[in-house]
T-cell receptor
Framework: QKEVEQNSGPLSVPEGAIASLNCTYS??????FFWYRQYSGKSPELIMF????GDKEDGRFTAQLNKASQYVSLLIRDSQPSDSATYLC????????????FGTGTRLLVSP | NAGVMQNPRHLVRRRGQEARLRCSPM?????VYWYRQLPEEGLKFMVY????????ESGMPKERFSAEFPKEGPSILRIQQVVRGDSAAYFC????????????FGPGTRLTVL
């Protein structure tokens, strides 16, 4: 079992729709959870982090965490073509420093 | 405030040569992480360094790979006797202090081994 799992996609949504990206993790001791966006050929860019159960909103983005189910998600409202990218879920394991374990990413395609 | 800098951005090496990748963290950051991204794969942790110390190198291959972060100058990831399987994007990230929430990634070095 992979430590952090994501559906590779692509996830296709029309412009203006809500995109829902999901991630599961295996280590119950995980403390912090991150969503990064990566455009092709570019470096990862942090979108959001969350470490408490529930929702965290930042503009068009909402991160949701359910530690009991070991599940974290990212919702993108009013999706734009510029949101088309690969979204990486990352988990900081309970090791005393922030070693990030990444999923393989979900490719999102937003069509005009 | 300048971001994390990496050079070179692209590096081509023939099998058996050495590759040396450099990472200059953001100003005031003393913690550096190196990650490797193989084609069509996620990023994999390689090593975590502070100035003059390797804190965790559990993700580094046992042979041919080494990393340092000297008191002065950039962090360096060195790959000796490169093989085609080393072809990947290598990213470094810096962090101001332990236990903070954000790692800032550099633009990466794309290594191609011929």
């Amino acid at each position: 079992q992979k430590e952090v799992e994501q559906n590779s996609g692509p996830l296709s949504v029309p412009e203006g729709a809500i995109a829902s990206l999901n991630c599961t993790y295996s280590d119950r001791g995980s403390q912090s959870f991150f969503w990064y966006r990566q455009y092709s050929g570019k470096s990862p860019e942090l979108i959001m982090f969350i470490y408490s159960n529930g929702d965290k909103e930042d503009g068009r983005f909402t991160a949701q965490l359910n530690k009991a189910s070991q599940y974290v998600s990212l919702l993108i409202r009013d999706s734009q073509p510029s949101d088309s990218a690969t979204y990486l879920c990352a988990v900081a394991m309970n090791t005393g420093f922030q070693k990030l374990v990444f999923g393989t990413g979900t490719r999102l395609l937003v069509s005009p | 405030n300048a971001g994390v800098m990496q050079n070179p951005r692209h590096l081509v090496r023939r099998r058996g040569q050495e590759a040396r990748l450099r990472c200059s963290p953001m100003k005031g950051h003393s913690h550096v992480y190196w990650y490797r991204q193989l084609p069509e794969e996620g990023l994999k942790f390689m090593v975590y360094l502070q100035k003059e110390n390797i804190i965790d190198e559990s993700g580094m291959p046992k042979e041919r790979f080494s990393a340092e972060f000297p008191k002065e100058g950039p962090s360096i990831l060195r790959i000796q006797q490169v093989v085609r399987g080393d072809s990947a994007a290598y990213f470094c990230a810096s962090q101001p202090q332990r236990r903070t929430d954000t790692q800032y990634f550099g633009p990466g070095t794309r290594l191609t081994v011929l």
